[in-house]
C-alpha cells in the first residue's frame, strides 16, 4: 500500500516545487513605491519638445542637441509629458512626424541625494515609444529599444560628478518602426519625381490602430539604498483553506552577500498573518482570503501586503535597511481542454479589447480617462480586458488587481505579416520584450494570461518554429500562467496553435467577410468553433468580433455602420456563444470597448468606429446590449455582492 503524505508533507512539496518556479522567472524593474527607504519625485508636466526635421532627421544627433538646454540650439514648443505629440498642436506635420523628437527639461534634485553616497539615484520612464536615447546632463545614460515597456538607469553617479549643476533630462525619441521592431513596420521611399518631392517617404505599418509617439507614461526619479531589493517575485497556490506564498527576493548592490531579509504580509486591516526570512521562502497564511475576479465573487481584488525589509551593516556598524511592500494576491490559474479555471472554478471572460487612446492625449497615460474606463467596465458588467496590442500603463494593471478585473496581457507582436519579419533578429527581439513583460507584470494576480502576439501571419512556414520558441521562452518565463496568440487564419493553416494553451481566435462575420449578411453568422460562427475545437482540443476565447458604428447612424432594417445593425451583429454572436460556452467556449471579447484612431484610409472614418463607446466614451447601442447581457451571465455564473445584483427592470434596450 503506498504511504500516504500527510498534508504538512503535501505543503512543503508545493512549497518547494513553487520555489523552484520563482527563480526561473526574471528579474528587474519593480514599480516604484515610496517607502521609508526610497523617494519619488515625479517629473511630469512640461518638457521643452523639438522634432527633427532636417531631411535625414539627424542633426540633433550631428549638433549634440544633448550638450545643451534644447532651447539653446533652436525653437521649441511646449510638451505635455506623459501624452502622444500628435495630436497636441495644429500642425500636420508633428500629428504625422517620423523620425526622432527631443524633449528636455531640467530638475531640482534634494541635495541630500547627491550628498548620501548610500542613495541610489534612478531615472525610470515608463514609457517612450518607440527608441529612445536618454542623457542626463549631456551624458548618455540609457537607450531602449520598444514602445510599451518601461526603462530605467542609475544616475547617482552623473549627479556626483558635479553636484552644483542642475539636473538636465534629455530624451531623444524616435517612432520609426522596421521589419525587426515590434510592432513591426517600414519606411518606404517614393522615388517618382513626377508625383513626390525629393526624398518623399511614407511609413508602412500592418497594424490598425495611429502610431502615437513621444514619452506615453510618467517619467520620475526614485531612490533606494545601495544595497537594496532589487526583485521580488511571488507566485501563490492554497489547499483547505491554507494559502501559500511562495517568494524569490533579488537583492543587488555591494553589500548584498551579507544582506539579511525579513518578510512580513499583512492583510487589508494591517494584521500581520504570516513571517518569514531569507532571499526565498514561503508564507503560510491559514483561512486565506482568495482573489476572485469581478462579478465572481463577494469580495473581489482581495490584496495582502507583503513587506520586504532588507538590512546590512553600513562603514561605521549602522545598519541600512531598504523596504519594498508587494501587494498580492492568492490565487491560482489552471487550463483543462474545456475550461478556464481561477481558484478551480470556472471563469468566462465577458469582457472587452481596450486601446490606450483617448483624445488630444493619444496614447498618453491619464488618470481620469483610466478611472473612467474602469467604471464603464464596471457598469458594462465587464470580468476582463485583453491589452490589445501592447502592454499597458503598469497603473492600469494595479487598478484591475485591485477591482478584480481579469487580464490577458499581450505583447506588442502586431501586425507580424511579412516573412522578413520572422527573422532572427526579430525572433531575438521577441523574446527580449517578453522577458521585458513578464519580469514587469509577472506578480499580478489580475494576469492570468500571455498573449504573445496578434494576428500574425500563422499560415507561413516560418510561423511554426518561431511561435514554439516565443512560447516555449514565455512558459519558460512563467510556468504558472498559459500563453496564447491571437489568431484570424484559417485553422487549417495555422502553425502556431500546437502550441498554445488557449485558442484565441478573431473573426468579423458579416463585415470583412459577407458584409452586410447577418444571416449567415449562425453557421458560420458554428462552423468556426466546432473546426477549431475538433482539431486541438481546446478551450475557446472570441477575442475579437464587432462591427463599426458611426454613432447616431440609425437605420431599420439595419444596415452596415448604424447602431442597429452592431445591436444585430451581437446578438448573433451571443446565440452562438450561449450553447457553445455550455461546451468549450470559455469567454467574448467585443472589439472594441471604445472608438479609437488610426492612420488614414478609405475604410476608417476618423478611426475605427467599432467602439461600445464613443471615443469620448458615451455609450453607443451596442452597450446597452452588452451590458444586459454580461449582467445577465454574471448574476448566473457569479457569486454578486448584493448591492451589485443588476436590476433587470433598469435594462434599457436599444
Ligand atoms: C482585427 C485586428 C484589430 C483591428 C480589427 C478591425 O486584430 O486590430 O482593429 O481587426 O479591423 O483583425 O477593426
Given at each position: 500500500?503506498?504511504?500516504?503524505?500527510?498534508?504538512?508533507?503535501?505543503?512543503?512539496?508545493?512549497?518547494?516545487?513553487?520555489?523552484?518556479?520563482?527563480?526561473?522567472?526574471?528579474?528587474?524593474?519593480?514599480?516604484?513605491?515610496?517607502?521609508?527607504?526610497?523617494?519619488?519625485?515625479?517629473?511630469?508636466?512640461?518638457?521643452?519638445?523639438?522634432?527633427?526635421?532636417?531631411?535625414?532627421?539627424?542633426?540633433?544627433?550631428?549638433?549634440?542637441?544633448?550638450?545643451?538646454?534644447?532651447?539653446?540650439?533652436?525653437?521649441?514648443?511646449?510638451?505635455?509629458?506623459?501624452?502622444?505629440?500628435?495630436?497636441?498642436?495644429?500642425?500636420?506635420?508633428?500629428?504625422?512626424?517620423?523620425?526622432?523628437?527631443?524633449?528636455?527639461?531640467?530638475?531640482?534634485?534634494?541635495?541630500?541625494?547627491?550628498?548620501?553616497?548610500?542613495?541610489?539615484?534612478?531615472?525610470?520612464?515608463?514609457?517612450?515609444?518607440?527608441?529612445?536615447?536618454?542623457?542626463?546632463?549631456?551624458?548618455?545614460?540609457?537607450?531602449?529599444?520598444?514602445?510599451?515597456?518601461?526603462?530605467?538607469?542609475?544616475?547617482?553617479?552623473?549627479?556626483?560628478?558635479?553636484?552644483?549643476?542642475?539636473?538636465?533630462?534629455?530624451?531623444?525619441?524616435?517612432?520609426?518602426?522596421?521589419?525587426?521592431?515590434?510592432?513591426?513596420?517600414?519606411?518606404?521611399?517614393?522615388?517618382?519625381?513626377?508625383?513626390?518631392?525629393?526624398?518623399?517617404?511614407?511609413?508602412?505599418?500592418?497594424?490598425d490602430f495611429f502610431n502615437y509617439a513621444g514619452i506615453h507614461r510618467s517619467?520620475?526619479?526614485?531612490?533606494?539604498?545601495?544595497?537594496?531589493?532589487?526583485?521580488?517575485?511571488?507566485?501563490?497556490?492554497?489547499?483547505?483553506?491554507?494559502?501559500?506564498?511562495?517568494?524569490?527576493?533579488?537583492?543587488?548592490?555591494?553589500?548584498?552577500?551579507?544582506?539579511?531579509?525579513?518578510?512580513?504580509?499583512?492583510?487589508?486591516?494591517?494584521?500581520?498573518?504570516?513571517?518569514?526570512?531569507?532571499?526565498?521562502?514561503?508564507?503560510?497564511?491559514?483561512?486565506?482570503?482568495?482573489?476572485?475576479?469581478?462579478?465572481?465573487?463577494?469580495?473581489p481584488g482581495f490584496l495582502y501586503n507583503m513587506e520586504v525589509c532588507l538590512?546590512?551593516?553600513?562603514?561605521?556598524?549602522?545598519?541600512?535597511?531598504?523596504?519594498?511592500?508587494?501587494?498580492?494576491?492568492?490565487?491560482?490559474?489552471?487550463?483543462?481542454?474545456?475550461?478556464?479555471?481561477?481558484?478551480?472554478?470556472?471563469?468566462?471572460?465577458?469582457?472587452?479589447?481596450?486601446?490606450?487612446?483617448?483624445?488630444?492625449?493619444?496614447?498618453?497615460?491619464?488618470?481620469?480617462?483610466?478611472?473612467?474606463?474602469?467604471?464603464?467596465?464596471?457598469?458594462?458588467?465587464?470580468?476582463?480586458?485583453?491589452?490589445?496590442?501592447?502592454?499597458?500603463?503598469e497603473e492600469i494593471l494595479h487598478m484591475c488587481d485591485r477591482h478584480g478585473?481579469?487580464?490577458?496581457?499581450?505583447?506588442?507582436?502586431?501586425?507580424?505579416?511579412?516573412?522578413?519579419?520572422?527573422?532572427?533578429?526579430?525572433?531575438?527581439?521577441?523574446?527580449?520584450?517578453?522577458?521585458?513583460?513578464?519580469?514587469?507584470?509577472?506578480?499580478?494576480?489580475?494576469?492570468?494570461?500571455?498573449?504573445?502576439?496578434?494576428?500574425?501571419?500563422?499560415?507561413?512556414?516560418?510561423?511554426?518554429?518561431?511561435?514554439?520558441?516565443?512560447?516555449?521562452?514565455?512558459?519558460?518565463?512563467?510556468?504558472?500562467?498559459?500563453?496564447?496568440?491571437?489568431?484570424?487564419?484559417?485553422?487549417?493553416?495555422?502553425?502556431?496553435?500546437?502550441?498554445?494553451?488557449?485558442?484565441?481566435?478573431?473573426?468579423?462575420?458579416?463585415?470583412?467577410?459577407?458584409?452586410?449578411?447577418?444571416?449567415?453568422?449562425?453557421?458560420?460562427?458554428?462552423?468556426?468553433?466546432?473546426?477549431?475545437?475538433?482539431?486541438?482540443?481546446?478551450?475557446?476565447?472570441?477575442?475579437?468580433?464587432?462591427?463599426?458604428?458611426?454613432?447616431?447612424?440609425?437605420?431599420?432594417?439595419?444596415?452596415?455602420?448604424?447602431?442597429?445593425?452592431?445591436?444585430?451583429?451581437?446578438?448573433?454572436?451571443?446565440?452562438?456563444?450561449?450553447?457553445?460556452?455550455?461546451?468549450?467556449?470559455?469567454?467574448?471579447?467585443?472589439?472594441?470597448?471604445?472608438?479609437?484612431?488610426?492612420?488614414?484610409?478609405?475604410?476608417?472614418?476618423?478611426?475605427?468606429?467599432?467602439?461600445?463607446?464613443?471615443?469620448?466614451?458615451?455609450?453607443?447601442?451596442?452597450?446597452?446590449?452588452?451590458?444586459?447581457?454580461?449582467?445577465?451571465?454574471?448574476?448566473?455564473?457569479?457569486?454578486?455582492?448584493?448591492?451589485?445584483?443588476?436590476?433587470?427592470?433598469?435594462?434599457?434596450?436599444?
Amino acid at each position: 500500500m503506498a504511504c500516504p503524505v500527510k498534508p504538512l508533507q503535501l505543503h512543503l512539496i508545493l512549497l518547494f516545487a513553487l520555489w523552484d518556479v520563482c527563480s526561473m522567472i526574471n528579474s528587474g524593474m519593480l514599480f516604484p513605491r515610496e517607502s521609508s527607504s526610497r523617494e519619488i519625485k515625479e517629473l511630469n508636466g512640461l518638457w521643452s519638445f523639438r522634432a527633427d526635421l532636417s531631411p535625414n532627421r539627424n542633426l540633433g544627433f550631428e549638433q549634440a542637441w544633448y550638450k545643451r538646454r534644447l532651447a539653446e540650439t533652436g525653437p521649441v514648443l511646449d510638451m505635455p509629458v506623459p501624452a502622444s505629440y500628435n495630436d497636441i498642436t495644429q500642425d500636420p506635420k508633428l500629428r504625422d512626424f517620423i523620425g526622432w523628437v527631443w524633449y528636455d527639461r531640467e530638475v531640482v534634485v534634494p541635495s541630500r541625494w547627491v550628498a548620501d553616497k548610500n542613495i541610489r539615484v534612478v531615472l525610470r520612464v515608463g514609457s517612450a515609444h518607440y527608441y529612445s536615447v536618454v542623457w542626463v546632463n549631456g551624458v548618455r545614460v540609457t537607450e531602449h529599444d520598444g514602445g510599451h515597456l518601461p526603462f530605467e538607469a542609475e544616475i547617482g553617479g552623473v549627479l556626483r560628478g558635479d553636484p552644483a549643476a542642475p539636473c538636465r533630462v534629455t530624451i531623444a525619441v524616435n517612432n520609426t518602426l522596421t521589419l525587426q521592431t515590434l510592432p513591426p513596420g517600414n519606411i518606404q521611399y517614393l522615388n517618382d519625381p513626377a508625383r513626390y518631392p525629393k526624398g518623399y517617404f511614407v511609413q508602412n505599418t500592418y497594424f490598425d490602430f495611429f502610431n502615437y509617439a513621444g514619452i506615453h507614461r510618467s517619467v520620475l526619479l526614485y531612490t533606494t539604498p545601495q544595497t537594496y531589493v532589487n526583485d521580488v517575485t511571488v507566485v501563490t497556490d492554497f489547499a483547505d483553506g491554507l494559502g501559500t506564498i511562495a517568494y524569490d527576493v533579488a537583492v543587488a548592490g555591494s553589500a548584498s552577500s551579507n544582506a539579511s531579509l525579513k518578510v512580513t504580509l499583512t492583510d487589508g486591516e494591517g494584521r500581520r498573518v504570516a513571517t518569514a526570512t531569507g532571499p526565498n521562502g514561503g508564507l503560510k497564511v491559514v483561512d486565506a482570503t482568495l482573489w476572485w475576479p469581478y462579478l465572481m465573487h463577494e469580495r473581489p481584488g482581495f490584496l495582502y501586503n507583503m513587506e520586504v525589509c532588507l538590512q546590512v551593516a553600513g562603514a561605521r556598524g549602522e545598519v541600512l535597511e531598504d523596504r519594498y511592500t508587494l501587494p498580492v494576491g492568492i490565487r491560482t490559474v489552471k487550463v483543462t481542454s474545456t475550461q478556464f479555471l481561477i481558484n478551480d472554478k470556472p471563469f468566462y471572460f465577458h469582457g472587452v479589447n481596450k486601446h490606450e487612446d483617448s483624445d488630444i492625449r493619444g496614447k498618453g497615460f491619464d488618470w481620469p480617462l483610466v478611472v473612467k474606463d474602469f467604471n464603464l467596465m464596471k457598469w458594462l458588467g465587464a470580468n476582463s480586458f485583453r491589452t490589445s496590442h501592447y502592454p499597458y500603463d503598469e497603473e492600469i494593471l494595479h487598478m484591475c488587481d485591485r477591482h478584480g478585473i481579469v487580464v490577458i496581457d499581450e505583447s506588442p507582436g502586431v501586425g507580424i505579416r511579412d516573412i522578413r519579419s520572422f527573422g532572427n533578429a526579430s525572433l531575438a527581439h521577441h523574446l527580449e520584450v517578453m522577458g521585458e513583460l513578464v519580469t514587469r507584470d509577472k506578480n499580478h494576480p489580475s494576469v492570468v494570461m500571455w498573449s504573445v502576439a496578434n494576428e500574425p501571419a500563422s499560415e507561413m512556414p516560418p510561423a511554426g518554429l518561431y511561435f514554439e520558441t516565443v512560447i516555449a521562452h514565455t512558459k519558460a518565463l512563467d510556468p504558472t500562467r498559459p500563453v496564447t496568440y491571437v489568431t484570424n487564419s484559417n485553422y487549417a493553416r495555422d502553425k502556431g496553435a500546437p502550441f498554445v494553451d488557449v485558442i484565441c481566435v478573431n473573426s468579423y462575420l458579416s463585415w470583412y467577410h459577407d458584409p452586410g449578411a447577418l444571416d449567415v453568422i449562425s453557421l458560420q460562427l458554428n462552423t468556426q468553433f466546432e473546426e477549431w475545437y475538433g482539431k486541438y482540443k481546446k478551450p475557446i476565447i472570441q477575442s475579437e468580433y464587432g462591427a463599426d458604428v458611426v454613432p447616431g447612424l440609425h437605420s431599420d432594417p439595419p444596415v452596415m455602420f448604424s447602431e442597429e445593425y452592431q445591436v444585430m451583429v451581437l446578438r448573433s454572436y451571443h446565440e452562438v456563444f450561449d450553447q457553445k460556452r455550455k461546451q468549450y467556449v470559455i469567454g467574448e471579447l467585443i472589439w472594441n470597448f471604445a472608438d479609437f484612431m488610426t492612420a488614414q484610409g478609405v475604410t476608417r472614418v476618423v478611426g475605427n468606429k467599432k467602439g461600445i463607446f464613443t471615443r469620448q466614451r458615451q455609450p453607443k447601442a451596442g452597450a446597452y446590449t452588452l451590458r444586459e447581457r454580461y449582467w445577465r451571465i454574471a448574476n448566473e455564473t457569479g457569486l454578486l455582492p448584493p448591492w451589485t445584483k443588476y436590476p433587470c427592470s433598469q435594462l434599457r434596450s436599444p
